[in-house]
């Protein structure tokens, strides 16, 4: 029994789809040495050989398709500075809301509606910076506005 040929995918280039190919049969010296070439430094002690190929091939892609795009890269720096200095070190993503979009919560047998604008959001026909702020005018109190619209959610936790 003979295997299909492995299609290429489009606009892939040969040599590099070669190199790929042979990745999983490099010994791991050989990869430690790859390694060193593609990234200019010692491979971590603790990579092992599925780690190393992991690494090299990624690399060999990005070099040749391009990497993260520049706005991404700059968020992914953002949030590991800012998750760094947090006692638990978790990462929150941003969540992002496209301008137009309602958000409804119905609060005391009252449902409520704001729309999110390019630069703030609108509720009862007024402007507002924050959720926080919209979610304070609702209940009396203050609140986390993303957390009392149910864009965030905190285990054990009334929302305040």
Request: net charge positive; proline share 7%; aromatic share 6%.
């Amino acid at each position: 029994m003979t295997s299909a040929p492995k299609q290429s995918r489009a606009g892939a280039d040969p040599a590099v789809e070669a190199e790929l190919e042979r990745l999983p049969t490099i010994l791991i010296s050989n990869l430690r040495k790859r390694y060193r070439e593609l990234f200019r430094t010692e491979p971590p002690k603790a990579f092992g050989p599925d780690l190393l190929r992991r690494s090299i091939a990624h690399r060999i892609q990005e070099r040749a398709y391009g990497g993260v795009a520049l706005s991404v890269q700059r968020l992914l720096d953002q949030l590991v500075k800012s998750a760094s200095v947090k006692p638990n070190g978790r990462l929150q993503l941003p969540r992002l809301i496209k301008p137009g979009s309602e958000l409804v919560r119905t609060w005391n047998g009252r449902t409520h509606r704001v729309i999110v604008t390019a630069d703030g959001f609108a509720y009862d026909g007024k402007p507002f910076a924050s959720l926080s702020e919209i979610a304070s005018a609702i209940t009396g109190t203050k609140w986390n506005g993303p957390r009392f619209f149910g864009l965030r959610t905190k285990e054990g936790s009334d929302g305040r």
